[in-house]
Each structure stands twice: as structure tokens, then as C-alpha cells.
């Protein structure tokens, strides 16, 4: 599949997602097992590329604006990808996917996970508008451990 196609397919997902989880009801064409994957693997690829752009700055000129862009990406993103994992899009869905079923067999835990990204990155958004590099290298660690977490409970390794 294309990057174009698979990129297609995700924003297709979150919209669908989006409506679904605006209306509070289940819509009667609720978004394939594929799509929801392609959606939250996509996301994952733009918060790996929102972190990678703070590291760079911060071991360089530290742009203030291009880390502002970055964790404001990272914030966005991270607070839709907890829509991202209904019942039926893990591993026994038949689609590739590096999530484990404890996402689904936990799903309080991995749920609180979520909501400490989303505090530990709308905290990074904060500092990194403060300018403080001292400040945004301890918030960036803070938030990248968060990340670290999830993964090591409720993600296969490469």
C-alpha cells in the first residue's frame, strides 16, 4: 500500500473515529480493524517525529517556535490515540500490529497510561513556550518515560 493510500485511510479513520466518539453512539459503518490500525500506527509515526524534532533542537539551536510546533503535535495527537484501540482492532483482528492484548485485557491501566501522556505532553507544550531549555530537556525526559512506559507494558518490540 502506498504512504499516500495508507495516509488516505487514516485520516478516514480519525474522521470516522471522530464521529463516533462525538455522537456517543456506535455508527452503523464503524471503521475496519485495518483502518484503526493504520490510523494509530500513523499517529504514532507523526508523536515519534514530534519527538525527534524536540531532541534535535534541544541538542542544537532549541527554535523555540519549531518545539512549541512539536509538542503542540505531540499534545494533539496523543489525546486521540486512546480512540484508537476499540474492541477488535488488536492482534487477533488478523492486522498487523505491534499493540498486546493486555491493552484490551487492562484496559484501566492502559487507560491511566493515556491520561499520564496527555498530562506529561500538554506539560511539555507549556514549558516548551517558556523558552527555559534547562526546563523543556526535564520535561521532554518526563514525557518521553511516560511513552517508555506504555510501550513496555502494552507494546510487542520490533
Known sequence: MTRTRTLALAAAGVLGLAAVAGTGTLASAAPSASTVVATRQANYKKMGAAMKTLKDELQGSADKDKM???ARTLAATVRVQNKLFPDGSG???GVKTDALPAIWTNRDAFNADMQKAIAEADKLVAIAGSGDKSAIIA?????GATCGGCHRQFRADD
Open 68 to 70: 512549541v510546533a512539536a
Open 91 to 93: 492482534p487477533s483482528s
Open 139 to 143: 520535561q521532554f525526559k518526563a514525557t
